[in-house]
């Protein structure tokens, strides 16, 4: 199967799902997860595929 975890916020909201997306790719799932392009490096250490989510700043 085919999963794209999607995840917005800081560090400490996205680090988690790179352990849920770990335990999906271990299970035999393709994983991916979709975040700031600041956290590519963060999921791809986990051996995740990265989907960038483009960040507008209002105000």
């Given at each position: 199967?085919?999963?794209?975890i ?54």
């Open positions: 199967m085919r999963i794209l999607i995840t917005a916020g800081s560090r400490g909201d996205v680090a988690p799902y790179t352990g849920l997306g770990r335990r999906l790719l271990e299970a035999g799932h393709q994983v991916a997860v979709a975040a700031h392009p600041f956290f590519a490096a963060l999921v791809g250490g986990c051996g995740l595929g990265f989907r960038p989510v483009p960040v507008t700043r209002t105000g």
